[in-house]
């Protein structure tokens, strides 16, 4: 077995639209990010290429190649999967903390849980995410951002 962790923030931005675990949310900004700023898909995806020995998201996917311009998180989340697939791994379970002061997420949760399985191709109870404030302390306390934290279990095939 493998552990990873994995870590992302980015600022809020207007004129973006807010996804978090593949999820659309209706909020008035987004996040600033060369890609769609899913920052939970972000930390994810750094969690599992750690695991695997196989370095970080900005590795694989670049911030300055326009291939990667715009695109859907969940879509590098495949590939990422594809990759410590074919280096031996499968996913074991996943534990993703998203810090923000706003907006609220419990409503999206459930979604955000069944896209990242079925983009894994887990059994249901393998993911986990959880929402968290900062009580007003720090970036996400004021509102300026989001991050997120991932944790993975890794098994060797």
Request: net charge negative; with cysteine.
């Amino acid at each position: 077995m493998r552990i990873g962790q994995g870590y992302d923030a980015h600022r809020f931005a207007e004129g973006r639209r807010l996804v978090l675990g593949g999820v659309e949310i209706a909020h008035h900004r987004g996040l600033a990010a060369h890609s769609d700023g899913d920052v939970l898909i972000h930390a994810l995806c750094d969690a599992l290429l750690g695991a695997a020995g196989a370095g970080d998201i900005g590795r694989h996917f670049p911030d300055n190649s326009a291939e990667f311009e715009g695109i859907d998180s969940r879509v590098l989340l495949r590939r990422v999967i594809s990759r410590i697939e074919g280096l031996g791994f499968r996913v074991g379970n996943v534990d993703v903390t998203v810090v923000a002061q706003e907006p609220k997420l419990a409503p999206h949760m459930a979604q955000m849980q069944e896209r990242l399985t079925s983009d894994m191709r887990l059994e249901p109870g393998r993911v986990n995410i959880k929402a968290t404030t900062t009580e007003g302390m720090g970036f996400a306390g004021r509102r300026e951002g989001i991050a997120s934290y991932a944790v993975v279990l890794l098994e060797e095939r």
